[in-house]
């Protein structure tokens, strides 16, 4: 038994032994046979031309047939030669003309895979074919082994294509059951560089029963320690430097999806991703997620994520497949704005950042269809961009929080926000963004802004209300030095605005502003003090800002006036019909030979300010006569000559810097000091060589309208009244009244209706006074009242210019003093006052009284000495005292005492001063004793003597005309005892009185000779 089983198996043996013998020699018989239906088979398996030469026989370990020098090419897009290529036939795809369970090794292939714009190397061009379409293609069911292959990626680089090798290529291709297949390879990524990276992948095929691109896919592959190539790059807005490791997962279909799981991961240090004028990006890791598929022409993708560190974005879209049409619909995470500005330009992201440091952007919408890369804004079909900012800066205003949206497309984009405020001590602005961008073509924009819901307050000079129509719009074409401005116009209540210009960056620029017409009377209607000043007429604006790199923004253009008018304050006149033109430049303006009226005057006027932003006018006037009504003066006619003066107007009123004026009688004056819109408050100094203080008075004299436009307001005067005009006076000579003195000072008060000059100190030959002038202009006519105090004055020179007669004494005149009346012809007999004097070492000149009193005594004959003509030359006196009261143009005194080496006078009575009549009585006291007179004195007369025999008083009444009085004497018996013990009081006279002249003439105790 165990015999027939040994022969049984021998023969079996033979029998399989001949088989191969025979299939062997059926083989080396037919090898051009099997080598053609090979390359049948392979051909048709790629749907490309596979030319096999003669094969033979070999061992690889087992019996194969070897084939070399194999070329496939694919319509100049795949081509590979084959040096050596090993086929294990199998019986079964012998007998039925297959090779699905044949084994194929390929030994060190050459494998170019060129993009369709380029060409293979010189050496290995290939020939056309038909198209290769691996979709379509029938993987054979082949069990293939790549050993030391290499494949070329071309890629385009300059006129030449630059190939990217894989060497050491190792590849194994596996049927796995009837619709399955499995690939596995690794090898060596050469990279232009010099580096080297180790590539490695896995994929798994199966439910091939009809195309490729209906096979389910699950793959794996890996890249690892390699870098991106600068030609890789070229075309990216982006640069991504350092080594990376790359992994993907792909699983499912083309034709209900392809998904695809990525990641990028820095090898050791994070990758650096630069682009141009940015800083360095540093990159942790990078993920990507989608679902692929492929039409015809397209592959498309959805359900995409693509994350860079903290940002993340999600979407869809489809590129052709010769990638010359892409389409992108994304939307993001909430983005942290110090995340995105690493991916702004350097000095972009600076005023960005000190603009909105902190914040979230937030992309809900963006889509995008471009046949170009990189694209342009134009291709942007829709975005909506949602960004919260935590604090908005714009120089020293902040807010916070501010939500602006960006919405609409490359067509048409909106800009809006919450609304903006900008508040401020001046004033304040809001503005809820509400902007159009549209494209009108390719290289021009056009950006309307409504400002309808815009309110503003600029320091209530300019103002407007919601609802208030207001707009901006401009166009704005790009060009190859940056953007072309052009059509702008701004418009807002009251105000139009004209603008265009150039833009090549935030430090280059050019633009042109037009404000054509401003009326002022819009300015401030809601601000009462420029609703006094009463704006009116026109402006017009004309200026061109230039911004050059490195330099400070300049500012050139022209302001024309058209009929301009301002009522600044009721102190002085309107100015009106301002016309002209100033040039601006920078921040200043200049203005020369402007035309200007000041009320009914006439000026030339040149201004300027240094920062029109903190406007302070610099002032020069000049008039070679002006009305003193213009200015700060009530009188009507008065004029004041060559006036020039230099002022600064500015925000609270205006600084007289310096200004010179001349009178007609000779005053010349320099004027310093401000005046305070709100008040109003005039403060001046006013230093004058000379001054004629009469024509000073007078220029407030005339009329007590006070004040020049209707729009400030007068009021009934009250005893509270405040002034609001206050001018200190110096002169160092002058005149008043013809009264002459120097070094006087002053300070003149003024309110509506009052004009007060106090304190006022002088000094007048080697005396000096003080008082003060009060000037009454409501009543009528005008009252003029002056009082002070006067010490060692010429009291000829008082007595002749205050009461405007002839003077009647000299001497050093000490004394207090008040008078008024009005200002007028009719002063003299309405005018009142009082007068406490002192006169010392005088005359009383030409004092007719004292002549005619004399000639009736023969008093000359009482003294040793000769006394000197009183008609002609007066009397000497030591000492002249009186309190005096003017009343009605009437002296009046009844103390008037004269002390003189010769005799005491007494006088009471009045003067009066209109009419110039005389009602006086007067008490003589000789110096001397009875018994040296007694024998001398010529008629009888009634003489007052004491016990001592002396002759105490004669009395006389005076009469009549001041030019010619009547002096006759007076008993003693017909004084009065009021005028009686006036005498007795004011000439000391004794207490017991002898009032019986026989008693003087016998004189009993005469010694008797």
């Known amino acids: 038994m165990r015999r027939r089983i040994l022969l049984t198996f021998i023969l079996l043996i033979g029998l399989l032994l001949c088989l191969s013998i025979g299939l062997w020699g059926y083989i080396a018989t037919h090898q051009e046979q099997i080598g053609a239906m090979i390359s049948s088979r392979l051909s048709d398996n790629l749907k490309t031309p596979v030319t096999l030469k003669k094969a033979r026989l070999g061992f690889h370990p087992r019996p194969t047939l070897d084939f070399t020098e194999i070329t496939i090419e694919a319509n100049h897009r795949f081509k590979a030669t084959i040096p050596q290529l090993h086929v294990r036939v199998s019986w079964r795809d012998l007998l039925q003309g297959q090779l699905a369970h044949s084994h194929i090794t390929v030994v060190d292939p050459q494998i170019y895979l060129l993009p369709h714009t380029l060409q293979a190397p010189s050496d290995a061009t290939p020939s056309s074919g038909t198209p290769f379409d691996?979709?379509?293609?029938?993987?054979?069911?082949?069990?293939?082994?790549?050993?030391?292959?290499?494949?070329?990626?071309?890629?385009?680089?300059?006129?030449?294509?630059?190939?990217?090798?894989?060497?050491?290529?190792?590849?194994?291709?596996?049927?796995?059951?009837?619709?399955?297949?499995?690939?596995?390879?690794?090898?060596?990524?050469?990279?232009?560089?010099?580096s080297i990276a180790t590539i490695f992948s896995r994929i798994e095929l199966s439910g091939m029963t009809h195309e490729l691109g209906l096979a389910t896919v699950q793959a794996q592959g890996k890249v690892s320690n390699t870098t991106l190539p600068a030609s890789l790059q070229k075309a990216w807005p982006f640069q991504i430097d350092g080594r990376l490791n790359i992994q993907s997962d792909w699983r499912g279909n083309f034709h209900d999806g392809l998904r695809l799981q990525a990641t990028v991961k820095p090898t050791a240090a994070p990758l650096q991703l630069r682009h141009a004028n940015a800083p360095t990006i540093q990159v942790n890791q990078c993920t990507l997620s989608c679902r692929l598929q492929q039409t015809d022409e397209l592959f498309t993708f959805d359900e995409a994520t693509l994350s860079l560190n903290k940002m993340k974005l999600s979407g869809q879209g489809f590129w052709s497949s010769d990638l010359s049409h892409y389409g992108i619909t994304a939307n993001s995470n909430a983005i942290m704005l110090e995340d995105l500005y690493s991916w702004l330009p350097a000095k972009l992201s600076r005023n960005i950042v000190s603009?909105?440091?902190?914040?979230?952007?937030?992309?809900?919408?963006?889509?995008?269809?471009?046949?170009?890369?990189?694209?342009?804004?134009?291709?942007?079909?829709?975005?909506?961009?949602?960004?919260?900012?935590?604090?908005?800066?714009?120089?020293?205003?902040?807010?916070?929080?501010?939500?602006?949206?960006?919405?609409?497309?490359?067509?048409a984009l909106y800009l809006t926000s919450t609304p903006l405020r900008l508040a401020a001590t001046a004033g304040h602005i809001a503005w809820p963004l509400d902007i159009k961008l549209s494209q009108r073509d390719k290289q021009q924009w056009q950006l309307h802004a409504n400002l309808k819901q815009m309110t503003y307050n600029a320091a209530r000079v300019v103002a407007k209300k919601a609802d208030n129509d207001g707009q901006l719009s401009c166009t704005f074409e790009s060009n190859p030095h940056g953007w072309q401005l052009s059509s702008g116009t701004l418009?807002?209540?009251?105000?139009?605005?004209?603008?265009?210009?150039?833009?090549?960056?935030?430090?280059?620029?050019?633009?042109?502003?037009?404000?054509?017409?401003?009326?002022?009377?819009?300015?401030?209607?809601?601000?009462?003090?420029?609703?006094?000043?009463?704006l009116r007429g026109k402006i017009a604006v004309e200026e061109t800002l230039t911004q050059t790199p490195g330099q400070p923004l300049d500012a050139q253009g022209t302001l024309t006036l058209t009929d301009c008018a301002i009522s600044p304050t009721h102190v002085i006149a309107p100015i009106h019909t301002i016309n002209g033109q100033a040039r601006l430049s920078g921040k200043s303006l200049d203005a020369t030979d402007l035309k200007v009226g000041l009320g009914d005057s006439q000026l030339r006027v040149n201004a300027h300010?240094?920062?029109?932003?903190?406007?302070?006018?610099?002032?020069?006037?000049?008039?070679?006569?002006?009305?003193?009504?213009?200015?700060?003066?009530?009188?009507?006619?008065?004029?004041?000559?060559?006036?020039?003066?230099?002022?600064?107007?500015?925000?609270?009123?205006?600084?007289?810097?310096?200004?010179?004026?001349?009178?007609?009688?000779?005053?010349?004056?320099?004027?310093?000091?401000?005046?305070?819109?709100?008040?109003?408050?005039?403060?001046?100094?006013?230093?004058?060589?000379?001054?004629?203080?009469?024509?000073?008075?007078?220029?407030?004299?005339?009329?007590?309208?006070?004040?020049?436009?209707?729009?400030?307001?007068?009021?009934?005067?009250?005893?509270?009244?405040?002034?609001?005009?206050?001018?200190?006076?110096?002169?160092?000579?002058?005149?008043?009244?013809?009264f002459e003195f120097s070094d006087a000072t002053g300070t003149i008060h003024y309110r509506y209706g009052r004009l007060r000059i106090e304190p006022l100190l002088f000094e007048a030959d080697a005396g000096y006074g003080s008082g003060r002038v009060l000037l009454y202009q409501t009543t009528d006519p005008a009252t003029l009242q002056i009082e002070g105090t006067v010490v060692?004055?010429?009291?000829?020179?008082?007595?002749?210019?205050?009461?405007?007669?002839?003077?009647?004494?000299?001497?050093?005149?000490?004394?207090?003093?008040?008078?008024?009346?009005?200002?007028?012809?009719?002063?003299?007999?309405n005018s009142n006052g009082l007068f406490s004097v002192t006169i010392q070492d005088g005359v009383l000149r030409k004092f007719k009284v004292l002549s005619k009193a004399f000639s009736l005594l023969n008093v000359a004959q009482l003294f040793t000495f000769s006394l000197p003509d009183m008609a002609k030359e007066g009397m000497p006196f030591s000492r002249l005292t009186s309190d005096v009261i003017l009343e009605d143009g009437v002296l009046r005194s009844e103390n008037l005492r004269i002390d003189s080496a010769a005799m005491n006078t007494v006088l009471a009575g009045e003067l009066d001063l209109v009419n110039n009549d005389l009602d006086l009585i007067m008490g003589i006291k000789p110096l001397g004793t009875v018994d040296t007179v007694f024998t001398r004195i010529p008629v009888a007369?009634?003489?007052?003597?004491?016990?001592?025999?002396?002759?105490?008083?004669?009395?006389?009444?005076?009469?009549?005309?001041?030019?010619?009085?009547?002096?006759?004497?007076?008993?003693?018996?017909?004084?009065?005892?009021?005028?009686f013990g006036i005498f007795k009081r004011t000439l000391t006279l004794p207490g017991t009185l002898i009032k019986d002249p026989e008693k003087v003439l016998t004189n009993p105790d005469r010694p008797q000779k």
Not at 523 to 528: A, E, H, K, T, V
Request: glycine share 8%; net charge negative; aromatic share 6%.
């Open 792 to 829: 060692n004055i010429d009291a000829d020179k008082v007595y002749s210019q205050l009461l405007k007669h002839t003077g009647l004494v000299t001497g050093r005149l000490t004394g207090d003093f008040s008078i008024s009346g009005p200002i007028g012809s009719t002063f003299l007999p």
């Open 609 to 738: 300010l240094d920062d029109i932003t903190h406007p302070v006018a610099q002032i020069h006037a000049r008039a070679t006569d002006i009305f003193a009504k213009d200015l700060v003066f009530n009188s009507p006619t008065a004029r004041l000559h060559d006036l020039d003066g230099r002022i600064a107007i500015h925000a609270h009123g205006i600084d007289f810097t310096r200004a010179t004026v001349r009178l007609d009688q000779g005053t010349t004056a320099t004027v310093t000091g401000t005046l305070k819109f709100h008040g109003p408050d005039l403060q001046l100094l006013v230093e004058a060589p000379f001054a004629n203080v009469d024509e000073v008075i007078a220029l407030w004299h005339g009329s007590a309208n006070h004040g020049h436009t209707g729009q400030w307001p007068h009021h009934e005067i009250t005893d509270d009244e405040q002034e609001t005009l206050h001018i200190r006076a110096m002169v160092d000579k002058g005149i008043i009244s013809g």
């Open 491 to 534: 418009t807002l209540p009251h105000i139009g605005v004209d603008f265009s210009g150039t833009f090549r960056s935030a430090d280059s620029y050019q633009l042109q502003v037009n404000i054509p017409e401003l009326e002022l009377a819009h300015l401030g209607p809601n601000i009462q003090l420029l609703k006094q000043m009463n």
């Open 134 to 194: 691996w979709r379509k293609a029938h993987l054979p069911q082949l069990h293939i082994t790549i050993e030391r292959g290499e494949i070329h990626l071309a890629a385009p680089h300059g006129d030449t294509p630059q190939f990217w090798q894989i060497s050491e290529l190792a590849a194994k291709l596996t049927p796995s059951g009837k619709t399955g297949l499995s690939f596995q390879g690794s090898g060596n990524l050469h990279l232009p560089d010099g």
């Open 941 to 979: 007369g009634w003489l007052l003597t004491g016990d001592d025999r002396a002759v105490l008083s004669a009395n006389f009444e005076i009469k009549g005309s001041f030019s010619d009085p009547k002096v006759e004497m007076m008993p003693l018996t017909s004084l009065s005892n009021k005028v």
């Open 355 to 411: 603009i909105a440091p902190q914040g979230r952007l937030t992309l809900k919408t963006l889509k995008l269809d471009s046949q170009q890369w990189p694209p342009t804004l134009s291709e942007i079909q829709a975005i909506h961009l949602d960004t919260n900012l935590t604090r908005l800066n714009l120089g020293s205003w902040s807010q916070g929080p501010v939500n602006v949206t960006l919405d609409g497309s490359a067509q």
